[in-house]
């Protein structure tokens, strides 16, 4: 006897009518021919199932402190790094416990059960370090949260200087956060910037760990600290292992340079993890009209072989007010700004949501074969396109083989002479 059968299902891939079958935990079977007994059976009447959400971009520690101590004014990614520096001194573990917890909730109810978040290790405390490792500890029977270890004031421009930085983010570290960060472009020089990957690519490979770093976040065309990044992968054998985050100077670059470092990115098996919703609202602020926007060349890299992720980065933060940890807001949003319309280009901004960035966070067991953890969601949307168009409701979030949340199906009571009494967005 099954514990789960799932019935009628579509998948991402287009099957139709498909039965998943669950046995303790994992999927056992995935056919179009499966009658068997289970303990739980559910007729998913040709909705769509697919893995879960996965955001590959997320910043827990600064969640849900919007308007703390102040609002952004300009907007721009350096009031925000002012404002979450105002902010710091004023953090308590129990208030960054309570608002990561919240935030969890949210992306349980969203689908979302797998998040890299970055930790700011700027702090000698490591408050944030702390509380959110005991997040992770909390949240691990239905979130895998993964930790960066992250110098946001810059390891070498920081005030506390490089060693200390560097201390910190190998304490870090040795309390169980799982990546290595860092941010090039905005430590004090160019110069300074590689010097940050080369020794931050070391330690990753010192550590046989991870690597994730915010790289050119710039409108500036001549930050390319990208270049770096894959060299330094090639040369200590990382490669697969390392994502570079945002990567928005690459919008602003010479056509021919970026006809150059494409096949590098690839050669070093780079991961890329675009931010639609904060690289559109954070970019060029500085321009007037015309006004770039700043998002990295997705359709571009993904043509190149690359990986692409999106991630949602903020949600209700110094930088961005809004968000639900709604990864389809962030699939809706990235197929606008890079323009990827066509049938193919907006199921690849559904994979960017999914299945691509589960492969950058390096997740084992993720997907719908057999053998895969018994992980999915139930879209009220029949195909991925028809679920970023709707930004679809999760009818049935299940991990593990057990139903962690559930929203009924919205449909709306229409009070119209001569029309239809009801309505729910599908042709
Ligand atoms: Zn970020």
Redesign the pocket.
Known sequence: MLDLLIQNATLPDGRERMAVAVQEGKIVEVSSSLTASAHQLIDAQGMLLCPPFVDA?F?MDATLSYGLPRVNQSGTLLEGIAVWGELKPELTQQALVERAMTYCDWAVAKGLLAIRS?VDVCDERLLAVDALLEVKRRVSPYVDLQLVAFPQDGLLRGAQGPQQHMNNLKRALDRGVDVVGGIPHFERTAEQGAASIRLLCELAAERGLRVDM?CDESDDPQSRHVETLAYETQRLGLQGRVTG?HLTSMHSMDNYYVSKLLPLLAEAQLHVVA?PLINITLQGRQDSYPKRRGMTRVPELLASGINVAFGH?CVMDPWYALGSADMLEVAHMGMHVAQMTSQSAMRECFAAVSVNAAKALGLQAYGLSPGCFADFVLLQARDPVEAIRLRANRLMVFRRGKLLAQTPATTCQLHLANRPEQTCWMV
Do not use: L
């Open positions: 971009h910043h970055h915010h985050s931010n980065d």
